[in-house]
């Protein structure tokens, strides 16, 4: 499943969807941890109670910031229900921040994480998991392709099969989507013909695929589909790939 969560404005309806679907593996973005607790809101433990549905969790923090004496991370996440192994995160625009300012909120601080699962029978696949660089421009600019060439880059070297995730903030037909090209990879919102994944939480008020499943195109995929119920401004992508 992959899902930009939202910071968890949504949380009591994903973590139903996430019941409902039981994923083995879940990729989010923009989801927020407070590992100490934080007494105003479950949002801001938007990691912590993903994880209490998952025995195995890679948190990829892009930021840090102070809520009330507590240190929230914000970021990406792996979930899954099988062991994670070599984990690797690398910045593909700015880096990591520990301490986030109103003066630095918008400076659009992008990672991806990449990391080994290893299945019940023994078998392995990489999975990665990225938020793209965002613009008001749906086709992307010179910046995000540019942040769009490093991940791709980070990527030709992990190995096969490959799984990628994530909010991309491009549009399927734009010119920084084709620098993943060179990993040769299925896009599976692509291959849908998807309108749109944005839900009707979103505040925009046109269609953009922002969200995508990339896979090996040696992967069997047996089903991909987007559920209608509103877990967060975007819509979760579920896919079910044989390994």
């Known amino acids: 499943m992959q899902l930009n969560i939202w910071f968890g404005h949504l949380l009591s309806p994903a973590l139903d969807l996430i019941d409902q679907e039981a994923p083995d593996i879940l990729c989010v973005q923009e989801v927020v941890s407070s590992p100490n607790g934080y007494p105003l809101f479950d949002t801001y433990q938007t990691h912590e109670r993903l994880s209490e549905k998952f025995s195995h969790q890679f948190l990829a923090p892009t930021f840090s910031f102070e809520a009330l004496g507590e240190t929230c991370d914000y970021g990406n996440a792996i979930y899954s229900k099988y062991p994670i192994s070599e984990e690797h995160v690398e910045f593909t625009h700015g880096a990591y921040d520990r301490n986030l300012t109103i003066k630095t909120a918008g400076s659009n601080i992008r990672n991806i994480q990449h990391c080994k699962i290893t299945l019940s029978d023994g078998k392995t696949v990489t999975i ?3 938020h793209g660089f965002h613009n008001r421009n749906a086709d992307g600019s010179d910046e995000s392709a540019a942040s769009m060439r490093k991940a791709a880059a980070i990527l030709q070297g992990v190995g ?6 994530g909010d991309l903030n491009v549009n399927p037909n734009s010119d920084t989507i084709r620098e993943l090209d ?3 990879l299925r896009n599976l919102s692509s291959e849908s013909k998807l309108k749109t ?7 925009f008020t046109y269609d953009l695929v922002s969200d995508y499943i990339l ?5 069997d995929v047996e089903s991909f589909h987007l559920p209608d119920a509103v877990v967060s401004d975007h819509k979760a992508l579920i896919a079910t790939i044989n390994v």
């Open 182 to 184: 060179p990993l040769q």
């Open 197 to 203: 994944t944005l839900s009707s939480a979103h505040r």
């Open 215 to 219: 896979v090996s195109p040696t992967l």
């Open 160 to 165: 096969e099969p490959l799984i990628l995730c």
């Open 128 to 130: 990665a998991n990225h």
